[in-house]
């Protein structure tokens, strides 16, 4: 028999460390599982394991929270057979939901259910296999397309990238890889302050964003 549930690594308040809706209270649903292996992952314990909860465990921890806004991540939250029908209880439920995904899995179902982040992988993760491209065209107005950049040569890529004018309308995210540990500002590959300048130099349309959360707890805190 089918379990109707989702296998889930963690569930946790906090605020939202990215996107536009950086220092808004979440409630985060961490699923396990993913088929990417990034170099900078910082959630690879979400790999494997996790807990099977039904519906109606995750629902109640997510009343529990307060917030308003939910966001489904991982791992890659839409390999989970389960994660389509949770994230329509969780629209009926009146809450706002976002779902942070690689985008190398069909997001063409969830699309109409949640507000997408696509994080587009660059050569720098080892994981830029273009897959994202055929999701491209369900990405909407009030979607956001994010990428982690690890060097200038990742930098160089998402900006052609950008300037093509194959991306659709959506915020355009750009953030430096994981910060260093005991260095807010810095990261392991390319330091916050050049990206930002290399944005500014460019003329380029993107938001440059890091990681709030790890700014306000540490680099090890998890979190989006």
Partial sequence: MAFDGLLV??????????????GVPFTFIRLTGCNLRCTYCDSAYSFKGGTRMDFDSVLKRVRNTGAKHVLLTG??????RGTLPFLKLLKKEGYLVSIETHGEVSIEAAAPLARIIMDIKTPGSGMCRGGFSKNLC??????????????????????ELVQSGSLPACEILFSPAVPAAGSPGKTLGVPARD???????DKLPVRFQIQ????????????V
Avoid at 9 to 22: A, P, R, V, Y
Avoid at 138 to 159: C, H, M, N, Q, R
């Fill in 212 to 223: 709030l959360h790890k700014y306000l707890w540490g680099p090890d805190t998890k979190g």
């Fill in 9 to 22: 690594t963690e569930i946790f308040h906090s605020l939202q460390g990215e996107t536009t809706l950086s």
């Fill in 195 to 201: 990206l930002a300048e290399w944005i500014l130099r």
């Fill in 138 to 159: 369900f990405l909407k107005p009030g979607d956001e397309i994010k990428f982690v950049i690890t060097s200038a040569s990742d930098y160089d890529w998402a900006k």
């Fill in 75 to 80: 791992g890659e939250p839409l390999l989970q």
